[in-house]
Nanobody, 126 residues
Framework: VQLVESGGGMVQPGGSLRLSCAAS????????MSWVRQAPGKGPEWVSG????????YYSDSVKGRFTIFRDNAKNTLYLQMNNQKPGDTALYYC????????????????????WGQGTQVTVSS
């Protein structure tokens, strides 16, 4: 299993970035996926999740209405579109995969994130 994030960088408040996560070594379309971030000195925060076919999504209250998670199963890639960014979005962003193959009846809240990428840094500052 390999997850490689890209697209991080520095952006001004109100700006936008799109993160990508290239997945390999497993059947990407069979797994629910997530984005998790960790700011300096803080614990990890589950930012967003998406079901294996994109039929359901989750967003934390801190990003709801500003971030959009989506996936392209044909390209084995997970995305996070981040708009109207705030300084509080500054963090290391990780792509993560559920340990178990996805099932339509299983809630995103039941994910167990067992595989993680190396992370990509996002800094929001003027």
């Amino acid at each position: 299993v390999q997850l490689v994030e890209s697209g991080g960088g520095m952006v001004q408040p109100g700006g936008s970035l799109r993160l990508s996560c290239a997945a390999s070594g497993f059947s990407f379309s069979s797994y629910d996926m997530s984005w998790v971030r960790q700011a300096p000195g803080k614990g990890p925060e589950w930012v967003s999740g998406i079901k294996l076919r994109g039929q359901d999504t989750y967003y934390s209250d801190s990003v709801k209405g500003r971030f959009t998670i989506f996936r392209d199963n044909a390209k084995n890639t997970l995305y996070l579109q981040m708009n109207n960014q705030k300084p509080g979005d500054t963090a290391l962003y990780y792509c993560a995969r559920d340990l178990r193959q996805g099932r339509s009846g299983r809630s995103l809240y039941q994910m167990v994130l067992g595989y993680w990428g190396q992370g990509t840094q996002v800094t929001v500052s003027s």
